[in-house]
Structure formats: structure tokens, C-alpha cells
Nanobody
Framework: VQLQASGGGLVQAGGSLRLSCAAS????????MGWFRQAPGKEREFVAG????????YYADSVKGRFTISRDNAKDTVYLQMNSLKPEDTAVYYC?????????????????WGQGTLVTVSS
């Protein structure tokens, strides 16, 4: 059972990236999904979450209006579209599958984690 995150890279401030998180080994179509990030020297923090059917989404205040989470259950993939990136968005981004049908901002509610993808935003 794996979650494979991809799409990270180096981008200038104001630019965009789209992260993908693909499931393998089992489906997470009935689970809420989330994106978290961890910057150097900081705690892992919640970024965005989406419920099992994609009809409800949640965002950290720091990314509202700039990031969009979505999912394609036919492909067992979750996306994070990141626009207007700022240097403070630099972090390793992790996708995770919730033990619930709905997402949560609490990392303890997530039971399967991807390996992380590095996003670096230069000023």
C-alpha cells in the first residue's frame, strides 16, 4: 500500500506547481485525503484536505485562495494546485490518506503517508 507524491521542484515566487499523489496497492476512494508540509526546522502542518467524494475541501489559512485540492477517484489520484507561490511555501509536501471518509487537519487522523516531494520557492 503506497502513496506516491510527485510534481515538486524549484519555482520562482509567484509561480505555480501542481502536485500529484497516486495510490497503489489499494484504493483510497472511500477515504478523505490530505496534503501536509514540513519546512526545515518546523513542525509538519496541514495544508489542505478533501473528503471522499471531492465535494468538501478544507485549507489552512496560509494557503486559502492560492492552493486548490482536488481528486480523481477513477485514477486514485489527488492533486494540489499551487498558485502565487511564496518563499514561505518552501517545504517537503506529503500526501496522506485519512482513516475517515472526511479529511481532517490532524495528522493523527491519517494512517497512510506518501514519501514527500520537495517544493522550493525562490524569491
Amino acid at each position: 500500500v503506497q502513496l506516491q507524491a510527485s510534481g515538486g521542484g524549484l519555482v520562482q515566487a509567484g509561480g505555480s506547481l501542481r502536485l500529484s499523489c497516486a495510490a497503489s496497492g489499494r484504493t483510497f476512494r472511500n477515504n478523505g485525503m490530505g496534503w501536509f508540509r514540513q519546512a526545515p526546522g518546523k513542525e509538519r502542518e496541514f495544508v489542505a484536505g478533501i473528503n471522499w467524494n471531492g465535494r468538501s475541501t478544507y485549507y489552512a489559512d496560509s494557503v486559502k485562495g492560492r492552493f486548490t485540492i482536488s481528486r480523481d477517484n477513477a485514477k486514485d489520484t489527488v492533486y494540489l494546485q499551487m498558485n502565487s507561490l511564496k518563499p514561505e511555501d518552501t517545504a517537503v509536501y506529503y500526501c496522506a490518506a485519512s482513516r475517515l471518509a472526511y479529511s481532517s487537519s490532524y495528522s493523527s487522523d491519517y494512517r497512510v503517508w506518501g514519501q514527500g516531494t520537495l517544493v522550493t520557492v525562490s524569491s
